[in-house]
Every structure is written in structure tokens, then in C-alpha cells.
């Protein structure tokens, strides 16, 4: 019998082989340059993204010839930070005021027709970031103009936007918005939706029924001036969450910057507190990681996690704003001027 441990011994290191060996660098490729700022990207697949940016321009990186679109309003040139992508279109929401939302058919080669679905004005409006569950139901969140924050849906795939009443979303506090920073402010897992405020109070909103019933809860992330709080959110699952962000006015202050959940958002636990990374922007878990790796983007640099948040790497010193995720070892991120692929080794 004594093959029975040499057989257990050697499934053990088969075992241990078939795991992915964690990052220790990343190779960055650069696909496109413009003098823009990019704060919204949505990769289609291992060499496609879309993006959306300042001075109207919305785009596909398809290859060595971008196609490209500017779009006016009436004869402004709109700022865009939200973008999301479902089977057969792209969305592109505009902040400040006017705030429009149009919707771009795409067959899955060329945008087909650019349509506006939902426009609104005022002097308080600003939306920050959009995402969609499916190819129908879709939400977008933006800073309050009335005692809640601006929160769109749609139940249509995006033909049609409703604004929900104050009297469906619990009321913000004095000082409180979001950060138009890098699309990333919502996160969705399956039927649930978690959105990431910062200011003067930095809190979570969550709502397990895609938008209809709501509840918010208080975090630790650092907060009570107008440029603290919380950037970035993201899910692995129902569970398990991540918020990063800080104080954009002091990039390489370390305290009270990053935050994770075990219990779905109700309670947040401060993460290598007082260790890098600084401020950041943008924060992913790695895909098919079991929600052990987490890499953020920000001014300060490209930082990695092995071990959900207790520790961290700087893996590159290039900062950017946004970051999406294709598969476990390739990322596209966004930044001044331009977007790049990622590739983690």
C-alpha cells in the first residue's frame, strides 16, 4: 500500500500546478493616443474596447484603425465618463448639465444608428457612472439634485430612462456625491447593485432587486472633505467587496483608503492600512481568483493584491484612471491620452 501517499503526493503538486502563479509584472501595450481624457472603457473581447472621453468623442478600438464618432449636443461638445455595453448596443451618458444619454446600435462590426434616449437639465445635474445587469435592465448614478442621489433606470434595453423618486432611495447627507472618476462606482452581481458615494460622507448603496427596494451603509474609507471618499467599487459575488479611493488632493497620503466586505456591504473592514497604495481610481478583482487577487489604478501607479487587500504590490509606476478586465491576465486601462492593454505575468 505504499503507493497509496506517493499517488496522493503527486496529485497534490498536479493540484498545486494547475493554479495560476500570482503577478509580478505587467506588460503594458499602448493601442490608442489622443489628446483626451479617458475615464470609460468596456472591452468587447481580447482585442476590441470601446471608450468614451471628453470633447464628445466615443469610440472602438478595432485594430490599427479606430472608428471613431464626435457627438454634439445641439452645438456643444459633451464630456463622457459612463459607458456600458450590452448585446447590441452602446450607451454613452454625458455629466454637468445638459446630462444626455444616447444609445448606439451596434451589430457587433460597425455602430449602425446614434439615437439620444433620455436628456435632463438643471444646474446640480452631474452622473458619474452606468452599467447594465442584462440586454433590458440598466442603471445609472449621479450626484443628488433634490435629497437623493440621481439614480436611472431602464427596464426596456435602454429605449427608455426613469428617474427614480426621492421617496424610493434613502437621503443623502449634506456634502455627499459621487466621483465621475472611472466608471466604476456602481457594481453589479446578479440581481444586486451597490453604489459608491464620497465628499463629505463616504457610503455604500445597496439594492438587492435590481433598483427597486434600497438600504445604505456607512464605511470607513476617509471622508469629510469634497475631494475624499470612495472611487471605485467592485463584487466578486454577493459577498465579497472591495471600495478604493482616498483623497485626490493628497495622491500619496496612505490611511483610511480601501475597504473590504464579506457580508455583501453591510460592514467594511479597513485594508493594509497606512501602506500603498495612495490614492486610486479604479479597482477590479481578478477574475476566476476566488476573489484572493485585486489589482487598482491610479495616479500613483498599477497595484496588486494576492491576498485580498492585506498586502500590496507596485507593479508599475504609469498611472492611469480606469481599468476592465478580459479574462485573468488581461486588462484594459485608460488614462490621459490614452489606452493600453494589459498583460499580468
Known amino acids: 500500500m505504499k503507493f497509496v501517499p506517493v499517488l496522493f503526493s503527486m496529485m497534490l503538486i498536479m493540484a498545486c500546478s494547475n493554479k495560476r502563479a500570482d503577478f509580478e509584472s505587467v506588460t503594458i501595450q499602448t493601442i490608442y493616443t489622443d489628446s483626451l481624457s479617458i475615464r470609460a472603457i468596456a472591452p468587447l473581447d481580447e482585442n476590441r474596447v470601446w471608450f468614451a472621453s471628453d470633447k464628445g468623442k466615443v469610440g472602438l478600438i478595432d485594430g490599427d484603425t479606430p472608428k471613431l464618432a464626435t457627438i454634439k449636443y445641439e452645438d456643444s461638445l459633451l464630456h463622457f465618463r459612463s459607458l456600458s455595453v450590452t448585446s447590441g448596443a452602446v450607451f454613452v ?9 444616447y444609445k448606439i446600435d451596434f451589430d457587433g462590426r460597425e455602430a449602425t444608428h446614434i439615437q439620444e434616449v433620455y436628456a435632463e437639465t438643471g444646474e446640480k445635474v452631474f452622473y458619474d457612472s452606468m452599467k447594465f445587469w442584462n440586454d433590458k435592465e440598466g442603471i445609472a448614478m449621479g450626484d443628488p439634485t433634490e435629497d437623493c442621489l440621481s439614480v436611472l433606470i431602464t427596464r426596456d434595453g435602454g429605449d ?3 428617474k427614480l423618486s426621492c421617496s424610493l432611495l434613502p437621503g443623502i ?5 459621487g466621483f465621475a472618476a472611472s466608471n466604476s462606482n456602481i457594481a453589479l452581481y446578479e440581481n444586486h447593485v451597490w453604489m459608491a458615494t464620497g465628499g463629505k460622507r463616504a457610503r455604500v448603496y445597496h439594492s438587492a432587486d435590481r ?3 434600497w438600504e445604505v451603509f456607512n464605511t470607513p474609507i476617509l471622508q469629510g472633505r469634497a475631494m475624499t471618499g470612495i472611487y ?8 465579497l467587496g472591495v471600495i478604493v479611493g482616498g483623497d485626490w488632493e493628497q495622491k500619496d497620503f496612505n490611511e483610511g483608503n480601501k ?4 457580508d455583501g456591504g453591510r460592514t467594511w473592514h479597513l485594508i493594509a492600512n497606512g501602506e500603498v497604495p495612495g490614492f486610486q481610481s479604479a ?13 487598482s489604478v491610479g495616479s500613483p501607479g498599477i497595484f496588486y493584491s494576492h491576498n485580498r487587500g492585506k498586502s500590496w504590490e507596485k507593479i508599475t509606476q504609469e498611472g492611469f484612471y480606469a481599468l476592465e478586465f478580459v479574462n485573468d491576465t488581461l486588462a484594459f486601462a485608460s488614462g490621459a491620452n490614452r489606452i493600453v492593454k494589459l498583460t499580468f505575468q
Do not use: C, M, R
Not at 173 to 177: I, L, R
Not at 259 to 262: E, Q, V
Open 259 to 262: 475597504a473590504i466586505t464579506t
Open 93 to 101: 451618458l454625458s455629466i454637468a448639465n445638459p446630462a444626455v444619454l
Open 283 to 295: 479597482v477590479k478583482f481578478v477574475p476566476g481568483s476566488d476573489g484572493d487577487e485585486i489589482v
Open 211 to 213: 433598483g427597486v427596494n
Open 232 to 239: 471605485s467599487i467592485d463584487f466578486y459575488n454577493d459577498k
Open 160 to 162: 427608455h430612462w426613469n
Open 173 to 177: 447627507e449634506q456634502g455627499e456625491a
